[in-house]
């Protein structure tokens, strides 16, 4: 019986992740046609073509959309019906991540009434997403090597090990390779994640991808606010491209939905856009 309500269980939380990603998961794709995002984009395609896909370390600065090249990977490859779990490392506080990544047993800790899979689990024959890996803490590290390496977790407060089949995506926006030379992040587990490793350019390096990515946040945020906007002027096309964009493509589409939002015409101003007062 316990068994069988676990699996209840599982299939419920399984159906709300997969639902949850699926609504997250941008119609659009990624978007560019710069050298350096392109090259980015078949790495994806060949990772995910890979019948047993080792751990990948997906690298860049904050906004870049590693998570959305994750997201590619899962839904490019034969494993795409099944579960993509993510996991902010930042959010989830120290004392709660392992009981969340390896789940626990009934009466493992005082708020522990039954017992409850970990998010490797839910992600059995799917993929799981540790974003911001490098902020993870040390004492956990060990444990989490221990699940890729031999692919089996154990939950908290058990005495049985489970075994998982599940591919690991990890992201960071931190030099990892530097923190494990200084000890800060386990040498033995950034070379176990850094088996494949894919380096997302900043958007200043992508050229004339800005506008496009632009043109379509302008499409999306004005059929989501119900404006007419329908394009940019020159003088605001040339302040994009002369702009260094320090958070990437989340600030563009932060930058584009405030401009479209509070925009007259269907024309937005380089004014209107605010890089100035953004750059300062």
């Excluded at 992740?17 to 990624?30: N, W």
């Excluded at 390496?149 to 599940?166: A, L, T, Y």
């Excluded at 990892?176 to 994640?193: I, K």
């Amino acid at each position: 019986a316990d068994r069988a309500r676990e699996t209840s269980l599982l299939k419920q939380e399984l159906s709300y992740y997969r639902g949850r990603e699926a609504r997250k998961i941008p119609s659009h794709g990624v978007i560019g046609e710069s050298p350096a995002i392109r090259a980015v984009i078949q790495q994806a395609h060949q990772i995910a073509a890979l019948d047993d896909t080792p751990p990948v370390l997906i690298t860049g600065e904050t906004g870049t959309g590693k998570g959305l090249i994750a997201r590619t990977i899962h839904a490019s490859g034969p494993r795409a019906s099944k579960a993509f779990i993510e996991v902010n490392c930042t959010a989830l506080p120290a004392n709660l991540m392992e009981a969340e990544l390896f789940g626990h047993e009934r009466g493992a800790f005082t708020d522990a009434k039954q017992s409850k899979i970990g998010l490797f689990e839910a992600a059995e024959h799917g993929f799981i997403f540790l974003d911001e890996i490098g902020d993870v803490e040390l004492p956990l590290q060990g444990k989490l090597l221990r699940a890729i390496e031999e692919r089996m977790v154990r939950r908290v407060g058990g005495i049985r090990d489970r075994k998982i089949d599940v591919r690991i995506l990890a992201a960071t926006n931190r030099d990892l390779e530097r923190e494990a030379q200084a000890g800060t992040f386990r040498r033995d587990l950034y070379f176990r994640l850094a088996v494949i490793l894919l380096r997302l350019p900043p958007l200043r390096e992508r050229g004339d991808d800005v506008l496009l990515l632009a043109d379509d946040f302008i499409r999306r945020y004005s059929a989501k606010y119900g404006k007419d906007v329908k394009r940019m002027s020159a003088a605001a096309r040339d302040a994009m491209l002369a702009y260094a964009w320090p958070g990437n493509v989340r600030e563009l589409s932060h930058v584009i939905e405030r401009a479209v939002l509070w925009s007259q015409g269907g024309v937005l101003e380089a004014e209107q856009l605010s890089l100035t007062k953004l750059d300062d």
